[in-house]
């Protein structure tokens, strides 16, 4: 099943994207272990556990947290991942900082 999702990559804009939801799926889009943050009570921010000992890039800074390697920011229905809530306007308008790159 595939989830709509903002996906950013360090010193790129984010995309709007419909990927496979599934946790192989995932893990190849971060480059490794998945770690989520939760940003809302409908929206997390999946990235690569071991980025920082990773040395990966520096991507963007969200909620005061900074994040390195790509991230994925997707819906969340309960335990599961899923389709980002809202429009894509919305999120661009919340997040504009990230369309700066």
């Not at 940003?39 to 980025?51: F, H, K, Q, T």
């Not at 809530?85 to 997040?95: A, E, Q, V």
Request: hydrophobic share 40%; with cysteine; aromatic share 8%.
């Amino acid at each position: 099943m595939k989830i709509s999702v903002l996906i950013k990559d360090p010193g790129k804009k984010p995309r709007h994207v419909n990927i496979e939801n599934s946790l192989k799926n995932l893990q190849s889009t971060v480059g490794g272990y998945i770690e989520t943050v939760t940003i809302s009570e409908d929206a997390v921010i999946i990235c690569n556990e071991e980025g920082r000992l990773q040395g990966l890039p520096y991507c963007c800074t969200i909620c005061g947290v900074d994040f390195v390697g790509t991230v994925v920011i997707a819906g969340v229905a309960g335990e599961e991942f899923a389709d980002l809530p809202g429009d894509f306007k919305g999120w661009k308008t919340l997040f504009s900082s990230l369309w700066e790159a």
